[in-house]
């Protein structure tokens, strides 16, 4: 490979340059996605290269062949990105095309997954593919990816080949890998936990919100019972969750504006 030069573009959106050779040199970035990848062991940084800002490790890594669904390989900061971005992935059998249930950008129709990596990336919004690249082949940052079965909204990582770094993949080794075959089923298992984890959490919310929305009728309601509104503030104040104890600074009940204190002059200031 030729020696190439660092790259001196500051700014602008971070995969023009995706489709230029990988560079050999290598600077000090932002943390990898993986653990035992930074500089030392209480390091906040690794090795990128400074073309694609891949991490010279997950480089190495993807050039021997090697690719992984083990999730636990991860930082424990991104594993939960890793369970919500494979919940929106229909995973199927290894030969199949794995199709993206998320998001879809409506002007372009591109799939698209949000995720804010600073010191990687200028964007916001990734393509799934190339998200399903780093928690798989590894941390390669905007590294050009294509796939095998040609569909833009498959996620299928044995579809998946990284460019412009060398990767030589066998897809038969992969296909009657045992080690991988079991890393995918505890990644299914792992989704479904997660998956009844939000819904059970989406549950709570709801029914907590149903639950002061009545305890809301109650208390202004003004035919209520004194006990009965007393009994519903009290109850809110043991448990913490009464409008003084979480924004004790908020102006009245529920966030609601208060009748007096009005400003003559603009009197719809506080609505």
């Not at 940084?45 to 021997?64: I, L, P, T, W």
């Not at 594993?79 to 199709?99: M, N, T, Y």
């Not at 309601?221 to 009290?234: C, K, L, T």
């Amino acid at each position: 490979m030729a020696e190439a030069v660092p790259s001196k573009k500051v700014g602008g959106h971070a995969y023009g340059r995706r489709v230029k050779q990988m560079s050999n040199t290598a600077e000090e970035g932002e943390l990898c996605l993986y653990s035992g990848h930074s500089l030392g062991r209480f390091s906040s940084h690794s090795m990128r290269y400074d073309s694609h800002q891949a991490c010279v490790r997950c480089v190495a890594g993807a050039r021997e062949g090697r690719m992984s669904f083990d999730i636990s390989k991860l930082l424990k900061k991104n594993r939960v990105k890793a369970l919500r971005f494979w919940s929106l992935v229909d995973i199927g059998d290894p030969d199949e095309c794995w199709e993206w249930n998320g998001c879809i950008n409506k002007r372009t129709k591109q799939p698209q997954f949000a995720w804010r990596r600073h010191g990687i990336s200028s964007s916001t919004q990734h393509h799934p593919q190339r998200v399903a690249m780093w928690f798989t082949w590894g941390d390669l940052g905007f590294t050009g990816v294509k796939t095998t079965c040609g569909n833009k909204y498959c996620c299928n990582p044995f579809h998946l080949i990284p460019q412009n770094i060398g990767v030589f993949v066998d897809h038969d080794s992969y296909l009657e890998s045992f080690e991988l075959a079991c890393e995918l089923h505890t990644l299914k298992q792992q989704i479904a936990e997660y998956v009844i984890q939000q819904a059970v959490k989406e549950q709570e919310k709801i029914a907590s919100a149903e639950g002061l929305d009545q305890r809301e009728e109650l208390i202004l309601n003004p035919n209520s019972m004194f006990d009965e509104r007393y009994e519903a503030v009290m109850v809110d104040m043991l448990q913490g969750r009464h409008i003084s104890q979480t924004k004790p600074e908020s102006p009245g009940l529920f966030e609601q504006p208060e009748d007096h204190q009005t400003d003559d002059e603009d009197p719809t200031s506080e609505f």
